[in-house]
């Protein structure tokens, strides 16, 4: 199947071919044409798998054909990080680039002054990608209508829901026109995503693009048994064996990323840490460095798990498992993405061995134990009294310290 059988209109079909679009994804088939309808959008899946083009293409043909008039906020799309508005931003900014007609796309986040984005808006916009804090500060500000809004998207409405921004969102859609198309993607669906969708969408064409062998990316799963003293010599062990061009490393809290980046550029590695407590200045400074291959290792926590895009990243290493399965998911998919190849390993310490049999449980997938030589795990479990599921708090007795719960509301301010 091609572009040209979905529906879309010749100016589009022209800048999908002078981009280099191929053919559509699995979801791009399945969403345009329902999108094209006016029917409400169930989507679920990964990221990497042309999402943002399946409601980015849609979203503009109807601009199109329905623009008139005054300038009106046409289409309007919610995420959950800074990162993630800008990459989806960008991206739809690339197929207007390429169209004749003008269409203003504003992108707009916490972190950074509101007044340039205040300017950016004066005359209205077409589309606005934003993050829900910072949406609501440019409606008081009175910077902005959503009043009249043909279109929203929600993007990885799950994290949405992970990073606190549930009373945002009541926010938000309270102050939306009754009659609108909604378009809701996620790649997890638990109990509190599903609630939400079905308070939002009316008798949604349902698309699942997870179960497709062709859209699963390919990426290579390995489980490590290692001590905890040993974990940063085994990381840069890997990194020089495999000479990985950039890995991500992922970590628990903002302390162990700035440690673990410290380590690594005292052991020849040049690294650098990624967390919600740097100024946006800085996280996009560094993001540019690795993406430019400045930086060999990026050091996160679970801020960066979603809406980073790195092109041909080969691996992802898990050097602190994620607290559920769901990010488990999400940290992975970092690698493997847009049909290239990826090898995400977890380090897995005595104490951490049954947290990770339950996300294995729940990706039903079993993960083979390997043992490197030179750093075979000495170190035995403590006694477990109980489990509780990965995807709503992890293990009992591994409850987050009133440290770690200061550290997450500080991860969540920065996602706004």
Known sequence: MSFSTLGLAPSLLNAIAEIGYDEPTAIQRAAI?????????LGAA???????????????????ERRGGARQLHGLVLVPTRELAVQVGESIRKLVSHLNAPVKVAIVFGGVSINPQMMALRGGADIVVATPGRLLDLIEHRALSIAHTATLVLDE???LLDLGFSEELNRILALLPARRQNL?????????????ADGMLHQPARIEVLSEAASQPAITQRAIAVDVPRR??????????????????????KYAADHVADK???????AASFHGELSQGARTETLTDFRSGRLQALVATDVAARGIDIARLPAVVNYDLPRSAVDYTHRIGRTGRAGASGVAISFVTA???QHFR????RQNQRVPRETIPGFERTETAPPVSGVTDTENGGIKGKRKSKKDKLREAAARAGGE
């Not at 990964?46 to 199109?64: D, E, N, R, V």
């Not at 085994?234 to 970590?251: A, P, Y």
């Not at 690594?264 to 040049?270: A, D, E, F, P, S």
């Not at 339950?358 to 449980?361: A, S």
Request: glycine share 6%.
């Open 157 to 159: 409405a799950d994290r």
């Open 184 to 196: 809701f993607f996620s790649a997890t669906f638990p109990p509190a995503v599903q609630k939400l």
């Open 232 to 253: 940063t010599m085994l990381l840069k062990h890997l990194i020089q064996e495999h000479k990985w061009r950039g890995v991500m490393v992922f970590v628990a809290t």
């Open 46 to 64: 990964q990221t990497g798998s042309g999402k943002t083009a399946a409601f980015a293409l849609p979203l503009l043909h109807t601009l199109l």
């Open 351 to 353: 104490d951490a061995e």
């Open 264 to 270: 690594l550029n005292r052991n020849g590695i040049r």
């Open 358 to 361: 339950l996300i294995e449980k």
């Open 33 to 41: 044409p329902a999108m094209l309808r006016g029917e409400d959008v």
